[in-house]
């Protein structure tokens, strides 16, 4: 063997054989037990970074410790090729979304084989391929059969410029994230799943999921957000002729009938009063403990109320005004408060003589429970910021201790426990007692109900867009929305479009989207929108384990495989894709395609690798590669260093692996992703990290190249055994916990203990131990010392080492030596040696002997396996 680990050439050689024997190719029929370890696949956008090494390191090591463990594992691989920024390359570079997206996969698949990852390649799939989306197609067609999608006109953000609908996330200040352009909301008809039908299966579920983090349970339940109050029914009386509109402008005239147009108002369950024939306005409350707090009723923007009056040139540019405005109910809780106040009044449901005023404010969603809210400024914040703005009455309604007093004072809204207070019947309750009593007197009443409602809305699926999955709808003049036949699926993209006029290529093709009727035949037109590409993400899973050419998935085979054992991501998915995925795969469960509810039974969030920030004097973003000690290489002017960071394309701090791996190789590579953190915290990248992985693997090659490496069995070294052995069973324990940082460190210690070791078939043994136990972290430098020594086979194939119970057992303790208690030795005894032994021990002790000076002690206290304390 050479005394220096050739990285490059061990790392070419056996990445080939591993490639040439598909030694990592999952066998369905294996009569192993199956295990399924899966990454986030990745979107292809050019070249991988650090942070995919760390994500896709942490798996491979699950994977290949799977294997020697005796499972058949599952650990492949594929590319989420669809979506935007593959479009935004077509306007940019003039190229096709497709061409541009394939060579990126081959670029990026080409790294990922050079870090040596242990996966079946062989089921290798791109999302942008008519072998992976028609079968999507067929699964929606399935869903659509069985009533889980359907269409309906919804508010959408609208880019002018762009002419395509934009997802939250890309509206920033109001503007389209690529154009700039102001966004405008539009009511386009949509395609939807129905998410919602599953909403308290999705809740009841993360109960069973004890393997995933606590914090995405949380934030899985908050973004479903189950909420149990009363809906009721406030009368809407007469406008008082206040006539305030926004801000001391515009409103109702006093002569104004508020019922002059129809108000169309969703009545609340339960409907009014009988013979009352009064217009109502429903609202939704979670607290309606606090109804006597209520100093006023919201209503959206799009609400029947506000669209009722929105004729009048200063209600209509108040609604404009709240369509500029924030999408999400995040931002709304954040931006600005609103409101245009109708003209409007509500009567109190407990006090006829109360009068509340409507306004129209920007903060209400139609969309969630019935698109009115009750204001109850002194025990929600958001109602509080609104009163304070219009000067609107904030009382107290619950009283936290002595505090009584009726006028609330303060910017910050009391949102605790306490007893109800200034509230009629209510006085004296506790809060639930409190929500109790106003449902039963509001359902005895017969103007509200108890009700449960959620923050989740059904999934709109449609994309106005080319690079995504054709949605599988026909539309008829005469025979309306017809499915695609499956026999002619795939709907397949055309690939001769232009991206030179903004809005979806697909709306403008000559021929494409014109095609006969399935129940016709009649000329009829194709849908032109595609679905979201959360869609394809949402069963991946299920194909990897299942690839039939003639549907999605064989049940049984991926029911062997399913669910995924060990799922690994960012935390930045920790919402939408996985609840998507969990969505998907009940649905196919309530069509009988699956057996499974849940997806994913393991999940891990890992950290992130960071790195500083630079930018140039003239304000540029520059990646490391750019700069050198504080000047840009290219102008020779100082830059500024920013914070340490996620690696982001954007701000160009990532550092590409490749001339990392051509430098240090894979090995080393892989066990700095592994050895300087918990792999849940952010990593930073640093030189000096690297370098000493690079170290460690010369380390580890100098141990392998001795002649004293041996096949299994101990002997001549009680204490290196005992070490091998609680090694190896921490190792597999800390693999299993995804804890890699506490197994490098057990490795570290190993070595040492090696290195210290006198020569013995102990040693030997401990170092071809040692070959097996590096094998996941390091493996083409255990695979080229293993061949070298002449072992059978590859050591990506052989058994992990057994753990023999009897040298887990310490036979020996440390114990400390106390005079007069302070600590002055410590002696390493035999664990059962007896009490007169010890105390011998201790007082014969070199260290004890000469404090003592020979003098008797007064006193000698023993506690076995502690301590000795002797008294001078």
């Not at 979670?286 to 009056?309: E, K, L, M």
């Not at 203990?753 to 043994?765: D, M, T």
Request: overall charge negative; some cysteine; charged content about 25%.
């Amino acid at each position: 063997m050479a005394t220096r680990f050739n990285a490059l050439q061990a790392d070419s050689t056996w990445q080939k054989v591993w490639d040439d024997r598909q030694t990592f190719a999952a066998r369905d029929d294996s009569g192993k037990p199956h295990s399924y370890v899966l990454e986030m696949f990745p979107y292809p956008s050019g070249r991988i970074h650090m942070g995919h090494v760390r994500n896709y390191t942490m798996g491979d090591v699950l994977a290949r410790f799977r294997r020697m463990r005796g499972y058949e594992v599952l650990h492949p691989m594929g590319w989420d090729a669809f979506g935007m920024p593959a479009e935004n390359a077509a306007m940019e570079k003039g190229v096709h979304p497709g061409t541009w997206t394939l060579a990126n996969i081959e670029t990026m698949k080409a790294q990922l084989k050079r870090l040596g990852f242990a996966l079946d390649w062989s089921r290798e799939l791109a999302t942008c391929k008519p072998d992976y989306y028609g079968h999507e197609q067929a699964l929606f067609l399935d869903m659509f059969a069985a009533g889980l999608v359907y269409r309906k006109e919804s508010a959408v953000n609208w880019d002018p410029v762009d002419m395509t609908v934009l997802a939250n996330e890309q509206v920033i200040d109001g503007r389209g994230w690529r154009s700039g352009a102001l966004v405008e909301k539009r009511k386009l008809s949509q395609w939807f799943l129905k998410i919602t039908d599953f909403a308290d299966e999705l809740i009841d579920g993360l109960g069973e999921l004890d393997h995933w983090p606590d914090k995405v349970k949380l934030m899985q339940e908050n973004w479903i957000g189950k909420s149990q109050g009363l809906t009721f029914s406030f009368e809407i009386l007469p406008g008082t002729g206040r006539g305030t509109g926004e801000a001391g402008g515009g409103g109702l005239p006093q002569s104004a009938s508020p019922v002059e147009a129809p108000l169309h108002h969703q009545p609340a369950a339960g409907g009014p009063p009988p013979g009352s024939g009064e217009e109502r306005v429903a609202v939704f409350s979670t607290r309606p403990d606090t109804i006597f707090g209520a100093s006023f009723v919201a209503v959206a923007a799009d609400h029947p109320i506000a669209q009722a009056i929105a004729d009048r040139p200063e209600v209509a540019a108040f609604i404009e005004r709240c369509k500029k405005g924030g999408t999400t109910a995040a931002e709304l809780e954040t931006q600005e408060k609103l409101g245009f106040d109708t003209g409007l009044t509500a009567a109190h449901p407990f006090d006829a003589t109360r009068r509340l005023p409507i306004y129209i404010a920007n903060f209400v969603l139609m969309d969630y429970g019935t698109g009115a809210v009750m204001g109850v400024p002194a025990h929600d914040q958001r109602d509080l910021d609104f009163a304070r703005k219009y000067d609107l009455p904030v009382q107290r309604v619950v009283a936290d201790g002595d505090l009584r007093d009726p006028v609330f004072v303060g910017d910050e809204a009391y949102t605790g426990p306490g007893a109800l207070v200034n509230s009629d019947f209510l006085d004296g309750l506790d809060v639930e007692a409190a929500k109790r009593e106003v449902i039963a007197r509001a359902e005895a009443g017969g103007w509200g109900k108890g009700s449960t409602v959620y923050r989740l809305r059904d999934w709109g699926v449609s994309r106005q867009r080319y690079w995504g999955t054709p949605i599988p709808i026909i539309h008829c003049n005469a025979c309306g929305v017809q499915p695609v036949p499956k026999a002619q699926l795939p709907v397949v993209l055309p690939e001769d479009v232009s991206f030179a006029i903004p809005g979806n290529p697909l709306d403008r093709h000559p021929t494409w989207k014109h095609v006969a009727c399935p129940a016709c035949g009649e000329p009829a037109r194709r849908e032109t929108d595609t679905l979201d590409t959360f869609a394809d993400s949402s069963w991946y899973f299920i194909r990897f384990a299942s690839q039939p050419k003639d549907k999605p998935f064989d049940r049984a085979v991926a029911e062997r495989w399913l669910p995924v054992g060990q799922y690994i991501g960012g935390v930045e998915h920790a919402i939408l894709h996985l609840l998507y995925a969990r969505f998907w795969t009940r649905a196919l469960k309530h069509i009988g395609m699956l057996d499974i509810a849940e997806p994913f039974t393991g999940l891990f969030t890992q950290g992130m690798v960071t790195h500083e920030t630079y930018k140039s004097a003239d304000n540029r973003w520059l990646s490391p590669d750019d700069v050198r000690d504080g000047i840009e290489i290219a102008t020779g002017q100082p830059i500024t260093v920013g914070r340490v960071e996620k690696m982001s394309k954007s701000k160009k701090n990532t550092v590409d692996p490749e001339p990392i791996v051509d430098r240090y190789g894979a090995d080393a590579t892989r066990w700095f992703m592994l050895s300087d953190s918990p792999p849940e915290r952010d990593l930073p990248w640093s030189e000096s990290g690297i370098e000493g992985a690079w170290r460690f693997v010369q380390r580890l090659w100098r141990l392998f190249d001795g002649d004293d490496t041996v096949a299994p069995g101990e002997g001549g070294d009680p204490t290196l055994d005992r070490k091998l052995h609680q090694t190896i069973l921490g190792i597999e324990q800390d693999i299993e916990a995804l804890a890699f940082n506490k197994a490098v460190a057990k490795l570290y210690e190993l070595c040492t203990a090696i290195e210290r070791a006198a020569p013995s078939p102990s040693r030997g043994n401990a170092i071809y131990t040692l070959m097996l136990l590096v094998a996941p972290m390091v493996p083409h430098v255990a695979e080229e010392a293993w061949a070298a020594k002449g072992f059978d086979g590859l050591i990506a194939d052989a058994a992990w080492p057994e753990v023999d119970p009897k040298l887990l057992v310490e036979d020996e303790v440390t114990i400390a030596v106390q005079v007069n208690g302070k600590l002055r030795d410590t002696l390493t005894l035999p664990k059962d040696m007896a009490r007169e032994q010890i105390e011998a021990a201790a007082l014969s002790a070199d260290k004890i002997a000469r404090l003592l000076d020979g003098k008797p002690p007064k006193k000698v206290i023993v506690v076995p396996g502690r301590l000795v304390n002797i008294v001078a």
